[in-house]
């Protein structure tokens, strides 16, 4: 990847698995900065930093897209800044642990598209479902791979 020490970015306002990123992070010796509006109570513990930045709609989107880069990992359920993300080499991961990518991305952005041209047009769409205690578990295992992958190729 990258020289630079991994870091983990939250976009924190509506993220269901805050406690998983921590614990797991706490395990890897990675810092974490959850980034979020002022509308939101983030409580601060160890290896955790909190930022918090005005209520706009982007301006969590807009922080975290200048200040990531290569070899960090965004935590995020936005497409787009996912897709800034990763044109900046960090490592993007939804909510529930589907590593994004360059070959996803322009599926999901075109998928979000379609279902708001049928919502303009009066139809209705489908949103997520519920957080599962497996969804938890599934973003916790592919964290953890991807930063014991991160360490692995940090090794000399």
């Given at each position: 990847m990258t020289n630079k020490a991994a870091r983990i970015v939250v976009d924190a306002d509506a993220?269901?698995?805050?406690?998983?990123?921590a614990d797991t992070a706490r395990a890897f010796s990675v810092p974490v900065l959850l980034v979020a509006s002022y509308d939101h109570l983030l409580e601060p513990e160890p290896g955790v930093e909190i930022k918090q930045v005005d209520r706009?709609?982007?301006?969590v989107d807009l922080y975290i897209s200048n200040l990531v880069g290569p070899g960090d990992i965004v935590v995020t359920q936005d497409f787009g800044l996912a897709t800034v993300a990763l044109a900046k080499r960090a490592v993007v991961?939804?909510?529930?642990?589907?590593r994004y990518t360059d070959g996803t991305i322009d599926f999901l952005m075109e998928r979000?598209?379609?279902?708001?041209?049928?919502?303009?047009?009066?139809?209705?769409?489908?949103g997520p479902k519920a957080m599962t205690a497996e969804d938890r578990a599934r973003f916790q295992q592919k964290l953890?791979?991807?930063?014991?992958?991160?360490?692995?190729?940090?090794e000399p």
């Open positions: 993220c269901p698995v805050k406690q998983e990123i706009s709609s982007q301006s991961l939804s909510n529930r642990g589907q979000r598209h379609e279902q708001a041209k049928t919502r303009r047009g009066g139809g209705r769409t489908k953890t791979k991807v930063l014991a992958g991160m360490q692995e190729n940090s």
